[in-house]
């Protein structure tokens, strides 16, 4: 056996492991106090979102991007788009396909990233989903006209994904989860980015988005500079600077599935121009409230994904409790547009409870602004929606993004996303 074989054996038995003696039963919930979105720092009661804006939202913005997932060290020298392809003839002549190279630019180094974005036809503008995808951008189509991803991808042998390069046999195996045929025929278009081509999920900072930032013998973003998550939101913005002046796209939802959901959630958070954003499972450090410790805990991210938060994080490690915020609040910053917090059932890693009483503690900021959030202190039974400006579902299984999902997500953009 090679050594890179052992070395990911070892990984998966480590994160097994991991999962395994996580704590899943409710009765050893330790018991805190939620910090409340509507009592500053300083303990001054927020009233009205006048207030809020003023004086509270930013703070909690600042603690999330100095302590959580890390500040973007500076500006771009330069960005730039190029439309690399485009057909009127997609999905059998439902949709329109345009790819487009995202490049950004400094100390004299750069970045490309690819866009593949399908549009209904019919209406001049459709809102889209916009959301990143993690094995390439052929993965989730089976369209032939779709480049093959040139970066690294994490092996995995039944994609037939060999020594970190995609091949053709890679191509269409995450259809499933991109139920693109159901945006369509709802006047819904997708725009997807393979999150390795912004920054590769590893732990080494030799690569992507945050290299560019580097002075001369920096080799790792600073304690409190963005990790990956913040890398890979920032690359979601930069995306919707191209997105926003298509011409051909009303609104953007940013949508984002278990790590990519807590990219998604942090882009939200940081970039107002998205109409909406959507969390599919996010868990631990995305949607589930971090002092509940139930399933994965923000030692065990740390642990296992090092390179995912800013290094500022780590000191939160086994200590939740002196967290001056949780995850709530992080979903607080979006208001007051729509958001989705969705879990499975299966999913005990991810605290679908958490990911529940989260969307139900940020809905007091929604309230603020008249918008209807997640009233209730009780989690909803199986397959039993609650959509309203915040929404909420658990279904039925694993870890993963359904059909059942998108169904809810554009039953709910639809109302919900002008
Ligand atoms: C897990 C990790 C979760 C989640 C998931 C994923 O191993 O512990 O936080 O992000 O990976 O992204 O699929």
Not at 161 to 189: C, P, Y
């Amino acid at each position: 056996m090679n050594i890179r074989i052992i070395a990911t054996i070892l990984l998966f038995s480590a994160m097994s492991f991991a999962q395994s003696e996580a704590n899943y039963d409710e009765t050893k919930v330790p018991k805190f106090t939620l910090p409340d979105a509507l009592v500053t720092f300083s303990g001054n009661h927020i009233s009205d979102h006048v207030q809020w804006e003023a004086d509270r939202r930013f703070e909690i913005f600042q603690f999330f991007e100095r302590q959580v997932y890390g500040k973007v060290p500076g500006r771009l020298d330069e960005y730039s788009f190029k439309l690399i392809e485009e057909s009127n003839d997609a999905y059998g002549g439902k949709a329109r396909r345009k790819q487009v190279a995202i490049s950004l630019k400094k100390n004299k180094k750069s970045i490309t990233y690819n866009m593949l974005i399908y549009l209904p036809k019919g209406n001049p503008t459709a809102p889209v989903f916009l959301g990143y995808n993690f094995y390439g951008n052929h993965t989730v189509t089976s369209d032939p006209k779709v480049p093959l991803t040139k970066s690294w991808v994490p092996n995995n042998e039944s994609f037939g994904i060999k020594d970190n390069k995609a091949t053709e046999a890679s191509r269409g195996v995450r259809q499933h989860r991109w139920a693109i045929e159901k945006m369509l025929d709802n006047g819904f278009g997708l725009a997807t980015i393979y999150y390795g081509e912004v920054d590769p999920d590893k732990n080494d900072f030799s690569d992507g988005v945050h290299e560019l930032f580097y002075t001369e013998d920096q080799t790792k973003p600073k304690t409190n500079e963005w990790g990956s998550i913040a890398g890979w939101a920032f690359g979601l913005s930069k995306a919707m600077d191209y997105l926003e002046n298509d011409g051909n796209i009303s609104n953007v939802v940013v949508f984002g599935h278990s790590r990519l959901g807590k990219a998604a959630l942090w882009a939200g958070a940081t970039d107002k121009r998205f109409a909406g954003v959507i969390s599919n499972n996010s868990g631990c450090g995305g949607a589930a409230l971090s002092k509940r410790k139930f399933g994965e805990t923000v030692g065990k991210i740390n642990t296992a994904f090092p390179h995912w938060f800013a290094d500022s994080f780590l000191k939160y490690n086994d200590n939740e409790k002196t967290l001056p915020v949780d995850q709530h609040q992080l979903l607080a910053l979006i208001a007051p547009r729509p958001l989705y917090v969705a879990s499975a059932f299966d999913d005990r890693w991810a605290d679908p409870k958490g990911e529940f009483l989260s969307a139900h503690y940020a809905s007091k900021v929604y309230e603020l602004y008249e918008k209807e959030g997640i009233a209730t202190e009780q989690i909803p039974e199986v397959n039993q929606p609650l959509q309203h400006t915040v929404a909420y579902h658990i279904r039925t299984g694993k870890h993963d993004v359904t059909d059942y999902d998108w169904e809810q997500y554009i039953t709910w953009a639809k109302a919900f996303i002008q």
